[in-house]
């Protein structure tokens, strides 16, 4: 992996930035120059701050960051995000480990070997040692949204072992970087919905129907404003059932209503099967 200076210049340029004015509260003017003029690496933290200021993404100024391992954890990505963890579980179990030749690639296979733990093995242990693992390295690579799904998964393996504190502390991290965190792809965009969704279903099984709200409604948001469907319908079901829980049955009509029509578009069989089993009142 290796800094692209000229690239940071370049950006700095289109916004019409001096190199001071880049620098400001970040790093000193020294520090950028080092970089433009030397692809000189900083530390992670002032990377990532640079990236927001000239709203880029760290793939625009870092070269060595794609791997030949993508496809086949994009497929894992979208069998852990489908509820299809066996699959996912086989897809981890051929991954070539020699091939993972950078953090990048071992941070994803922690992650989602994590998830697999939980849900095709039920193994709350497992998952927190990969959890931890991947928090870990997120702290002092450039991938802070792992950061974020770290704790979801933290989150999730301490409820199964029902360690209710813990489950809270690391549900607060994780919104806490969700609160702060400025997506660039749409990558990071699917990433951030899904944490939410996840974060939303814990609370859901914490019967805190109020912060179920709170994160389904910050996703809601983020979907309309992208005008995307990505988890659309899965949120307004989530949404239902804490309106539900908080008795505003007007409310939970009405999102359980969305959710049955996006269940239609969005062709989500298991969806429509659950929310058949709700009582439609007129």
């Given at each position: 992996m290796r800094l692209l200076g000229d690239k940071i210049k370049q950006y700095r340029k289109q916004k019409n930035l001096s190199q001071q004015e880049l620098a400001d509260g970040i790093c000193t003017q020294a520090t950028v120059s080092l970089m433009e003029k030397k692809n000189k690496v900083p530390s992670i933290k002032i990377i990532l701050q640079i990236c927001r200021r000239l709203n880029v993404s760290l793939g625009d100024i870092l070269a060595g960051m794609g791997s030949s391992l993508d496809t086949q954890f994009s497929r894992i990505s979208v069998a852990i995000r489908t509820?299809?963890?066996?699959?996912?579980?086989?897809?981890?179990?051929?991954?070539?480990?020699?091939?993972?030749?950078?953090?990048?690639?071992?941070?994803?296979?922690?992650?989602?070997?994590?998830?697999?733990?939980?849900?095709?093995?039920?193994?709350?242990?497992?998952?927190?040692?990969?959890?931890?693992?991947?928090?870990?390295?997120?702290?002092?690579?450039?991938?802070?949204?792992?950061?974020?799904?770290?704790?979801?998964?933290?989150?999730?393996?301490y409820l199964e072992r029902k360690e209710y504190e813990k489950v809270h502390y690391y549900l607060r991290e994780g919104m806490n970087y969700l609160d702060n965190y400025e997506w660039h792809e749409k990558e990071e965009f699917r990433r951030m919905i899904w944490a939410r969704y996840r974060i939303a279903q814990l609370y859901m099984r914490l019967e805190q129907p109020q912060l179920v709200n709170e994160n389904a409604e910050a996703a809601l948001e983020m979907v309309k404003q992208q005008s995307s469907l990505y988890l659309i319908d899965v949120l307004y079901e989530v949404k239902g059932q804490a309106e539900a829980a908080l008795l505003a049955e007007p409310a939970a009509k009405r999102s359980f209503s969305i959710a049955r029509t996006l269940a239609l578009v969005t062709q989500n069989v298991a969806l429509q099967q659950r929310l058949a089993q709700i009582p439609v009142v007129d």
């Open positions: 509820g299809n963890y066996d699959e996912a579980s086989h897809l981890l179990d051929d991954l070539d480990m020699a091939n993972m030749q950078n953090g990048f690639d071992r941070e994803r296979y922690h992650y989602y070997r994590g998830f697999v733990e939980l849900g095709a093995h039920q193994q709350p242990d497992e998952a927190i040692f990969h959890f931890n693992l991947l928090l870990h390295r997120s702290y002092r690579m450039p991938w802070d949204l792992y950061a974020i799904v770290g704790n979801v998964g933290m989150a999730a393996a």
